[in-house]
Structure formats: structure tokens, C-alpha cells
T-cell receptor
């Protein structure tokens, strides 16, 4: 069963505007972590932000914030004030505490920032 | 901190040949992971090590694949008798032990099997 679902294959946003990338997940674990990574055309995966399942506050890192809704099992990434350099693939990933130690990734969303 | 490095960055090989990739993790990290990424998909887990012990292998890791981390530092991933379906990006990542630690990825090795 797919554990991470990213329903937006591609998104467009105007420079300086905010954009939300969707991510839903499925797990029976009570303890887990959610991660977002950026993959530019160069191919390297760049860690952006982390949210633990027991964290009460939504995670924020600079222009990135994670809209975590535990009951809905969603962990959407919000990028504020988009920049041209934000154009890339974005992957949501999950790591369960009792399950596999590796990350399970979604299929990704390609974000294109337009000037 | 020099980050995770992988070598080679690109490899073109003929079907049936063996290939070996190397990953050097961040030195303080005791966990090392291998993933495979095909075009248009997210990375898929292959295997991971804690220090020199290989603790988990995905069912994607067929008998033709073998990975080692002999001294708990660098790791190698070998593919024997390559097939065209092995063409992919092979990503290595490392992290501290613990579920909350992010994994840092290397630049990947792109394998093309002709």
C-alpha cells in the first residue's frame, strides 16, 4: 500500500508568491517523522524540513513551513515568497519509528516558479 | 564537513557487465543508506547499514546486488550481470542513529546499461 501520496505532479507559482505542496501519508505507527526534500535538476536531494508526529507546533525553516494536520494525515509544505531558484522536484517522505529505518518517499511534485 | 560523496557520478556499461559504486558518508554518521531512483519517481530504499552491520535489505535488492561497509566508513554497492532495468540513479545517504535525524544525500551515481 502506498504510504506517501503526492497528488500534484506539477505546480506553477509566480515569483514572490506563496505555494503549498500537498502530502498525505498512511501509517499505523503512533511515532513517526515526516520530511521534505528538494531535488534540483542537478539531482542532489536537499533536506528542507522535518516534523515529528508528537511535535505540537508546525515546523518552520526560513521560507519553508510544514502544515501538519495529524488527524487528516497530511503534511503539506508551504513555501513563502517563491524565488526562481525554488524551481525543482519536491519529495515528501516518512520514517516510522517501529518500521523500516529508511525513508519512504512519495512520487514528488515538480514546482516551476515563473518570473 | 564535506558532505556525502559518491563515485563515479556517471557510469555507462554494457548489459551483463559488473559495476561497483562507492559512497563516502559524513564522517560522524554511523548510518548509511542506499536508494535507487528511476525517472519521474521518488527514491526507493535498497539497504542500510549501522556502522559495518547491514541491518535491512529491500526486496528490490536481488541476488545480483551486494553492498558492503567493511570498516563502518565508506560503502560499496556492486551490481553483477547488469540488466537494462538496472538503469537508474543510485543515491547514498547518511545520518546519525535515531528516527528524528534527517538523512543527507550524496549527488548520486547515474547508471546507464546499454
Amino acid at each position: 500500500a502506498q504510504k506517501i501520496t503526492q497528488t500534484q505532479p506539477g505546480m506553477f507559482v509566480q515569483e514572490k508568491e506563496a505555494v503549498t505542496l500537498d502530502c498525505t501519508y498512511d501509517t499505523s505507527d503512533q511515532s513517526y517523522g515526516l520530511f521534505w526534500y528538494k531535488q534540483p535538476s542537478s539531482g542532489e536531494m536537499i533536506f528542507l524540513i522535518y516534523q515529528g508526529s508528537y511535535d505540537e507546533q508546525n515546523a518552520t525553516e526560513g521560507r519553508y513551513s510544514l502544515n501538519f494536520q495529524k488527524a487528516r494525515k497530511s503534511a503539506n509544505l508551504v513555501i513563502s515568497a517563491s524565488q526562481l531558484g525554488d524551481s525543482a522536484m519536491y519529495f515528501c517522505a516518512m520514517r516510522e519509528r517501529t518500521g523500516r529505518r529508511a525513508l519512504t518517499f512519495g512520487s514528488g511534485t515538480r514546482l516551476q516558479v515563473q518570473p | 564537513d564535506t558532505g556525502v560523496s559518491q563515485d563515479p557520478r556517471h557510469k555507462i556499461t554494457k548489459r551483463g557487465q559488473n559495476v561497483t559504486f562507492r559512497c563516502d558518508p559524513i564522517s560522524e554518521h554511523n548510518r548509511l543508506y542506499w536508494y535507487r531512483q528511476t525517472l519521474g519517481q521518488g527514491p526507493e530504499f535498497l539497504t542500510y547499514f549501522q556502522n559495518e552491520a547491514q541491518l535491512e535489505k529491500s526486496r528490490l535488492l536481488s541476488d545480483r546486488f551486494s553492498a558492503e561497509r567493511p570498516k563502518g566508513s565508506f560503502s560499496t554497492l556492486e551490481i553483477q550481470r547488469t540488466e537494462q532495468g538496472d538503469s537508474a540513479m543510485y543515491l547514498c545517504a547518511s545520518s546519525y542513529t535515531g528516527p528524528n535525524y534527517e538523512q543527507y544525500f550524496g549527488p548520486g551515481t547515474r547508471l546507464t546499461v546499454t
